[in-house]
């Protein structure tokens, strides 16, 4: 009885670390997250979270849940509700007044790493510059996260602050247990600013 029972722990020990495994390869299962957030939020999908410039931030639950295309009343394309690059296109729409010649696209294909620091970067019409940077960086400068194993679509917020050492950004659907605003350490070493953050690729701005 014992030998049986050490092969079933065995057995169930070896199951479970596979799981991990797999989850800490390729992330929590978006359905699952989806599942645990509706069942745990108070927040409806939709509902102001944060407003920026008069620019709001709505809550989308889970990190994949996505309810539709959100498009301006002269047809331009802003995205995924609630996905963070609905948020950010929003704020450069209405606050900066500005249309991206490419309207679509993951937020990771934001940045366009063949260019150099300080290049424009045309399909966005905005000023790209790599993380680090000669440009320190600015209120309402879009910044951009690359893609990971648990999210192939990398990620977009929008610098709310910046200081000597930090930055403030603001984000929407940062992810279940995320908020809307975080602040990150800016660091100036030999001349170029950099964002202490491994995903960070660089920022865009409107010049």
């Known amino acids: 009885m014992k030998l049986k029972h050490g092969i079933y722990t065995l057995i169930t020990l070896l199951a479970f670390g596979l799981i991990g495994v797999w989850i800490y390869k390729n992330g929590i299962p978006k359905t699952l997250v989806n599942k645990a957030v ?52 929003r704020y450069y729409y209405e606050h900066l007044n500005h249309k991206m010649p490419e309207s679509y696209g993951h937020a990771k294909d934001f940045f366009d790493k063949r260019l150099v620091d300080g290049q424009r970067n045309a399909p966005r019409n905005l000023t790209q510059y790599e993380n680090p940077s000669k440009s320190k960086p600015k209120v309402d400068d879009l910044l951009i996260f690359d893609k990971t194993a648990s999210n192939p679509y990398g990620h977009v917020a929008i610098v709310s602050k ?23 350490r800016l660091e100036n070493k030999n001349g170029n600013w950099k964002i202490n953050r491994r995903l960070v690729l660089g920022w865009l701005r409107k010049e």
């Open 38 to 89: 509706t069942s745990t939020s108070s927040k409806a999908v939709g509902e102001e979270v944060d407003n920026f410039n008069g620019v709001s931030v709505y809550y989308n639950g889970g990190v994949g849940t996505v309810i539709g295309r959100n498009t301006t009343s002269d047809g331009y394309n802003l995205g995924l509700k609630y996905q963070c690059v609905e948020f950010v296109k």
């Open 162 to 184: 910046v200081s000597a050492n930090k930055i403030e950004i603001i984000q929407q659907n940062p992810g279940p247990f995320g908020k809307s605003r975080e602040s990150i």
